[in-house]
């Protein structure tokens, strides 16, 4: 009996030994299967983090904010092209092909400056001087949204659209960023005409003609460009003669700046006139232009006049809503007036 009994009590140890260690191995199991999940799930989400980075990289190199305002000057254009309502197909596929070539003019600008970007402050952190993006991938982002911008333009809108777009791509990421810009103080006023050229192109995508309406509207953004342009200038001085830019503020000086800028404002109020004059628009959007100009010019008398460290810097960011609401006041008077 005390023999079986030894037995027995042996038998009971060797079995518990036994759960133990089973139990110990599917802890272990479970505990490696459970790393090898958060280490697969921390490895996806790192993952996915670094695409949604690669991704808003992509995006800034198109100047997004710059390409929306290009687009909403566009649109109207398109709207004072035609007396009711817009056709479909042109108008969307126009807006799409004409900013996605933006975006790759803005993508080259990127490109061509990076070396300058990267001694500046307010652009050493842009996707190319921060390291985030390569130079072969910027230039094969450009070149591809280029392409898909110019085809979608020439085959399904209209070639006369394709070509005018591809034209100002190439005066503002050849003639303005690789040549004028480093040339010419003048280099914002020449070059204007390609950063004016949306409404026009609008036009153009829903006509298939130039008009001199289209021009009118042209005129009014080459005219706003050096004000509102001159005034960031003004703020970024010292950046612009670090890199050797000969921006108006560093070959004339900021007196003389300020004053191209205050006369320019009083010479867009009167182009901006000119729409109601030929007939394009009524009272609507006069009011709504002399009020807008009326504020452009007192911001362009205070810089001038009255100048204090954020002066210029409240100048250029009112000129961006000048443009938008000037536009969208041509908008509204059309359709409700």
């Known amino acids: 009996m005390t023999s079986k009994t030894s037995a027995m009590r042996t038998m009971n140890r060797a079995s518990s030994s036994a759960t133990i260690s089973s139990s110990t191995m ?14 697969i799930s921390g490895g996806e989400s790192t993952h996915q983090t670094q695409d949604s980075r690669h991704w808003k990289a992509y995006l800034t190199l198109t100047k997004p904010k710059v390409v929306a305002l290009m687009l909403l000057t566009a649109l109207v254009g398109m709207c004072l092209a035609v007396p009711s309502g817009l056709p479909l197909k042109e108008t969307v596929f126009g ?30 952190r842009r996707p190319l001087p921060s ?26 809108v209209n070639a006369l659209t394709a070509w005018l777009t591809f034209a100002s791509l190439l005066g503002y990421a050849v003639v303005y960023t690789m040549y004028l810009k480093r040339a010419t103080p003048q280099n914002i006023v020449i070059a204007g005409i390609a950063g004016a050229m949306p409404p026009l192109l609008g036009w153009t ?14 005129m009014i953004i080459f005219i706003w460009t050096p004000p509102h342009f001159w005034a960031l200038a003004i703020h970024r001085r010292d950046e612009y003669a670090k890199v050797n830019i000969p921006m108006l503020p560093v070959t004339h000086g900021i007196s003389y700046t300020k004053t191209s800028i205050f006369l320019y404002t009083l010479l867009l109020s ?18 709504a232009s002399l009020v807008l100009n009326g504020g452009f010019i007192y911001h362009a008398w205070l810089l001038k006049y009255r100048s204090e ?29």
């Open 26 to 39: 599917s802890a272990s199991t479970i505990s490696s299967t459970a790393i090898s999940s958060a280490a």
């Open 95 to 124: 807006l799409i092909g004409i900013g996605l070539m933006a975006g790759a003019a803005a993508a080259f600008n990127h490109l061509i400056d990076s070396k300058i970007d990267a001694k500046m402050t307010r652009t050493r």
């Open 131 to 156: 390291g985030e993006l390569s130079r072969y991938k910027v230039f094969g982002f450009a070149t591809a949204i280029g392409v898909q911008g110019f085809v979608t333009l020439f085959f399904v």
């Open 205 to 218: 995508a829903v006509t298939n003609e130039l008009h001199s309406h289209a021009w009118l509207l042209v």
């Open 270 to 287: 009167v182009v901006c006139i000119l729409p109601v004059l030929v007939g394009m628009s009524s009272w609507l959007y006069l009011t």
């Open 309 to 337: 460290d954020s002066t210029a810097m409240k100048t250029f960011k009112f000129s961006i809503y000048h443009l938008m609401f000037l536009f969208i006041a041509l908008l509204a008077d059309h359709y409700l007036l």
